[in-house]
């Protein structure tokens, strides 16, 4: 059994707390879509992702080899690191599920990771090659070609369906998209929980508990994976929404393709070692089958916020994780410091969030964005169309005679 000091034992736990906050962050991405069409209840969708997050989280170590042993140099890095890496991704992962916005949990533990290991050690312990090739190209190309493919699904759906009947091809849609959404949460484990394993393996190798070039433990794996099970339960309804209504309304045919093409690239990206975001494949597939259907849209502004918090992931993270490490340089009390700020912080957040609470009971409840000027100006000028039965009155005056008083009546046009 490995050897923990105490920083190690803070840092796994911290880790766990992480995988807690990407389970619930998360969930939005295996079950946003099955949960807004209806094709399962809220509490049984999330529980059948949690079920099968924790079953993916042992079928692979590749991404989290990735994290432990390619993005950053294990030599120099200490434990205080990993912490510090660890407060910048719960924070943004925090902040980003108070308002509702799908970002990356991978991308906010990489981002920490990356800072905080700058901070410690300089420019030269993060490796380039890694983190263009196997973290930022596949942050660009996952949601294009998740949403290429999941466009081109919904309208080969559509195109197969037209003479099929409409009930029992909805019927048959949403058994589809229920297979779908299992399959994204199996991916999602396979990817997502293996981002924790790296990290406290990576802590552990640090702290000098295990051999460099060590695959994650039995008891990391099994621990990380109930982690984020865990978090998963629980359900991130806040971002549920964004991604099942906020960004358009999709039908159960647009649902099974998206999920569909969504776990598809991320399987793949897990054979292959690929550290990328979940949250961006699933956006991209939903955008991409939500413009699949003739007349469906894409709520852009919901859309751009994200794009803009995709953008921001990485650097926010990053300055994080290096003020953080700055302050744990000072020693024990510097670590305190840190710790308590991030109980703190996170206290305020729930807090905040109970100011309006999002739960299973009003997940699919969303406010219409309002009308664009160019639609409200088309609103005001064109008459309605008049029906069958409804004539067009005047009223016309009519000559007043000398020995009575003005009076009108009325002729229909």
């Known amino acids: ?76 890095i200490r434990p205080e690191v990993i912490f510090a890496a660890l407060v910048g991704a719960i924070l943004w992962n925090l902040l980003t599920w108070l308002v509702g916005l799908p970002s990356s949990s991978s991308h906010a533990l990489m981002g920490g990771l990356i800072g905080a290991t700058i901070a410690s050690a300089g420019v030269g312990a993060v490796h380039g090659d890694v983190l263009v090739t196997k973290v930022l190209i596949p942050a660009v190309a996952a949601p294009l070609v998740a949403g290429i493919a999941a466009l081109l699904a919904s309208r080969l759906t559509y195109s197969l369906g037209k003479k099929a009947d409409g009930e029992a091809s909805k019927k048959g849609y949403r058994a589809g ?49 109930i982690a984020i099970a865990l978090g998963t339960y629980l359900g991130g309804w806040r971002i549920i929404r964004t991604m099942g209504k906020g960004l358009t309304d999709l039908q159960p045919q647009q649902g099974f393709a998206a999920q569909t ?80 700020f991030l109980v703190v912080s996170s206290a305020v957040i729930w807090k905040l969030s109970r100011r309006e609470v999002v739960d299973h009971t009003n997940v699919n409840e969303v406010d219409e964005e309002p009308a664009g000027v160019v639609t409200t100006a088309i609103a005001a000028v064109t008459p309605p169309p008049a029906g069958p039965s409804e004539e067009l009155a005047a009223t016309i005056p009519a000559q007043a005679s000398a020995d009575r008083k003005p009076s009108t009546t009325t002729t229909t046009v």
């Open 1 to 76: 059994m490995e050897s923990f000091s105490l920083i190690l034992a803070i840092v796994v736990v911290t880790a766990l707390a992480f995988d807690f906050t990407n389970g619930f962050h998360d969930t939005a991405n295996a079950m946003a879509t099955t949960i807004s069409t209806g094709a399962m209840r809220p509490k049984i969708a999330v529980a059948m992702s949690a079920v099968l997050n924790l079953v993916g989280a042992f079928l692979s170590v590749e991404v989290a080899n990735t994290i432990s042993k390619g993005l950053v140099d294990e030599a120099g």
């Open 177 to 225: 998209q229920i297979a779908s959404a299992g399959l994204v949460s199996l991916a999602h484990g396979t990817n997502d929980a293996q981002k924790t394993m790296g990290v406290i393996t990576l802590a552990l190798v640090a702290g000098g508990a295990v051999a460099p070039d060590s695959d994650p433990p039995m008891w990391v794996i099994l621990s990380a994976g």
């Open 261 to 340: 093409s969504a776990a598809t690239v991320i399987l793949a990206s897990s054979h292959l070692g690929f550290s990328l975001s979940t949250t961006h494949s699933v956006s991209g597939a939903v955008m991409g089958a939500g413009l699949g259907r003739k007349g469906g849209v894409v709520r852009w502004s919901t859309a751009t916020r994200m794009f803009v918090a995709w953008g921001l992931t990485l650097p926010a993270a990053a300055l994080v994780g290096a003020l953080a490490e700055y302050v744990t340089g000072f020693g024990n009390w510097g670590t305190a410091v840190v710790a308590i």
